[in-house]
């Protein structure tokens, strides 16, 4: 229980830090790069997951065509 109230009291300390920091000029500066970074990296993220999925794709499409086409013969 303690553990959770450290941790709780960690994260709200944390909020509190990053509000008063935000106030400054170059505290939303920083604020804005690392967002700017989080999006960076979501967006990779999601366009290798995309991309590996439609190489999955392309690889199921040709090997139920194969399986047509020896069903044909």
Known sequence: ???LFVFVFGVAT??????????SPGGR???ERVN???T???TAFSSGYEAAEREQFDE????T???LD???A
């Open 65 to 67: 065509l194969k399986g």
């Open 40 to 42: 960076e990296l979501s």
């Open 29 to 31: 500066r920083f604020f």
């Open 60 to 63: 199921d499409l040709e090997r």
């Open 36 to 38: 700017r970074g989080i």
């Open 70 to 72: 020896s069903k044909d």
């Open 1 to 3: 229980m303690r553990k």
């Open 14 to 23: 944390g909020f509190v830090a990053a509000h008063f920091v935000n106030q």
